[in-house]
């Protein structure tokens, strides 16, 4: 089945680390650019990271530089989210997907959440205090 599975989340403390972890089954995750989206209650969602398959550049939103860092790994079939020095307005469920056709040239072409072939289900991260 091609899918994308997610894992990783879970409560945390702010000041906090997690990882996320995002594996592909049935397809090869290196010609794909990877995005990591989150949708906190009652607002909409949003982009988080994302990172190109054709020279694996990453780029970040503004309220997560600096602290979440997007990476893959090949031989894994997985992308990876580290989210460090986490605080409560982190919370949010985290999302994953993969883009065949998009092209990125800068952070802005990260933000659409159209032109994905596959989503993840969803994590839950809870930050709380």
């Known amino acids: 089945q091609l899918q994308l599975v997610e894992s990783g989340g879970g409560l945390v403390q702010p000041g906090g680390s997690l990882i996320l972890s995002c594996a592909a089954s049935?397809?090869?995750?290196?010609?794909?650019?990877i995005f990591w989206f989150r949708q906190a209650p009652g607002k909409e969602r949003e982009g988080v990271s994302c990172i190109s398959s054709s020279d694996g550049s990453t780029y970040y939103a503004d309220s997560v530089k600096g602290r979440f860092t997007i990476s893959r790994d090949n031989a894994k079939n997985t992308v990876y989210l580290q989210m460090n020095s986490l605080k409560p307005e982190d919370t949010a469920v985290y999302y994953c997907a993969a883009s065949r056709g998009r092209t990125i040239f800068y952070w802005g072409d990260c933000l659409s959440p159209y032109g994905m072939d596959y989503w993840g289900k969803g994590n839950l991260v809870t930050v709380y205090s």
């Open positions: 049935g397809f090869t995750l290196t010609y794909y650019t």
